[in-house]
């Protein structure tokens, strides 16, 4: 008897139906979605700050609310995290998500509410089955176990009732006990803090287990599998789970470690799944094997809104809804949601592909970043780094720019700086260690990346020659005005062209 058959007709095939509404009722859906938000929230602080009890709109909303960065809800996160309800949502906020930090701040700790974990996070994890299975009417998924890896978290200030962490452990914390006994590994070991023991204790567990999908970031998922593989001696991983047919990726970028995922899963029946589920939301699944780009779901507790990536920054930038949007387009998303974020800005722009229904690809951040391991280091954290290593080494730069090195067959992976500088260093040991050290200081992300240098190795500093980016910038056409030298790029291809004439 086929479980999987018996599970998708009765729980998962009618909620299709409901996703097939996205083609022709796109408008209608997210206009209830905001009504929805706006009428629950009326009676919150920042609700009869703005006047909720009088927007009837769209355009009542985006007329009587600004744009939020994180900046602007710290202070409300603040009180949050010390106790105070009733601010930006009116159900109790007991988790915050913990996510890569700010100009100012380490992390970000983002609100999460029961609603927001059941008609978005839980519901889209449900929708990518859903859909998977749509596809795959033969598919034994439920006569396997799913392997989740996920982070850790910790009391919230140091209180028993509240906690902050990774959106992945809050989700396993609070998941419905039934779905424990379709996963591994336990919950316990799930949320161990540490990577390296999490690892091991995940591979002793799971090893024997019948596995039957993975979820999870592709980067931490490799480095599971090549462990797994090292304990069995077994050359692809579905010689130890015969029955593996899905991983359910996201997080950071799936083409870089595609190739490498071929070596270790071999099985002709393997299928990837790109999904988007950030600490701020479920965005969009992967509906199509062959189209790259994910359907965005719009009948969760998530209101879109967009902004021309040319408008990102200015004071009072164009903003439109769904069915507002062009195609091929890139735009900076906006959200509000039911975990009370408002018009808040995700720093993560997209284009759409589709509107019938609509599509999208992620094209990348607001700002230069690296963010090919889940480390989403940013400029400024760059500009701390390198500032105390010149102080710590007598060094002067001229000019810099930095790109990930991506995994190689022994899973080694690493940023790369290729570095013009005006004075050397006394020591380059010394220059890099204070690098990666003050990194850790500043992006909890990237420390959490570089953890016994398990997912992330030490920096690689390349030497460029004088008047390299001048070149550079010579060859593109591009020197004078406002053009610059990229700081943060999320691909080599700048790297190469720059590594190409540093000779």
Request: with cysteine; aromatic share 10%.
């Amino acid at each position: 008897m086929n479980v999987t058959r018996i599970l998708n007709k009765v729980y998962f095939s009618p909620r299709l139906k409901e996703i097939e509404q996205y083609a022709d009722h796109a408008g209608k859906l997210q206009q209830d979605v905001l009504q929805r938000l706006v009428g629950m929230a009326t009676d919150t602080e920042w609700g009869k700050k703005y006047g909720y009890a009088s927007i009837l709109t769209y355009e009542d909303f985006k007329n009587r609310l600004p744009i939020q960065t994180y900046e602007e809800i710290k202070p409300y996160v603040t009180r949050l995290r010390a106790g105070e309800q009733n601010l930006l949502w009116p159900s109790e906020i007991r988790w915050f998500a913990k996510s890569s930090g700010t100009t100012n701040d380490k992390s970000k700790f983002l609100p999460v509410s029961r609603e927001s974990l059941q008609d978005t996070h839980y519901k889209g994890g449900r929708d990518a089955v859903a859909i998977y299975l749509g596809q795959n009417p033969e598919s034994r998924f439920f006569s396997g176990k799913g392997l989740i890896l996920g982070g850790s978290h910790a009391p919230n200030l140091n209180t028993n009732h509240s906690l902050v962490g990774d959106l992945s452990a809050i989700l396993i914390e609070n998941i419905n006990p039934l779905v424990n006994l379709v996963r591994v590994p336990s919950k316990q070991t799930a949320l161990m803090e540490h990577f390296e023991p999490k690892m091991e204790a995940i591979a002793r567990e799971t090893i024997r287990a019948n596995v039957s999908n993975l979820s999870g970031v592709p980067s931490w998922m490799l480095v599971l599998i090549k462990h797994v593989l090292e304990k069995t001696g077994k050359q692809s991983l579905d010689e130890v789970w015969p029955n593996l047919e899905v991983f359910f990726h996201g997080g950071v970028a799936f083409t870089p470690y595609r190739e490498q995922y071929k070596e270790v899963i071999r099985s002709s029946k393997m299928h990837y799944i790109e999904t988007y589920n950030a600490s701020e939301g479920y965005f969009g699944t992967q509906n199509d094997p062959n189209d790259p780009s994910m359907l965005l779901m719009i009948d969760y507790g998530v209101f879109y809104e967009f902004i021309p990536l040319e408008d990102v920054g200015m004071d009072n930038p164009r903003t439109y809804c769904l069915e507002e949007v062009e195609l091929n387009k890139n735009y900076a998303m906006v959200i509000s949601t039911s975990a009370g974020l408002w018009r808040y800005m995700i720093g993560d722009t997209v284009k759409f592909t589709s509107k019938n229904p609509y599509k999208f690809v992620i094209t990348g951040r607001t700002k230069h970043f690296i963010n090919a391991f889940g480390e989403e280091l940013i400029v400024d954290n760059a500009e701390r780094g390198l500032a105390k290593a010149c102080a710590a080494t007598g060094a002067l730069i001229s000019d810099y720019s930095a790109a990930p090195v991506f995994m190689d067959k022994d899973a080694k992976c690493r940023h790369q700086w290729l570095i013009e500088f005006a004075q050397m260093p006394n020591s380059m040991e010394e220059f890099v260690k204070t690098l990666d050290a003050t990194l850790k200081e500043v992006n909890s992300d990237y420390e959490a990346k570089r953890q016994n240098d398990l997912a992330l190795q030490l920096p690689e500093v390349v030497v460029a020659r004088k008047h390299l980016f001048h070149d550079w910038l010579d060859s593109k056409g591009k020197l004078g005005g406002q053009h610059k030298v990229p700081r943060l790029s999320n691909t080599r291809e700048y790297m190469e062209e720059m590594l190409r004439l540093n000779r």
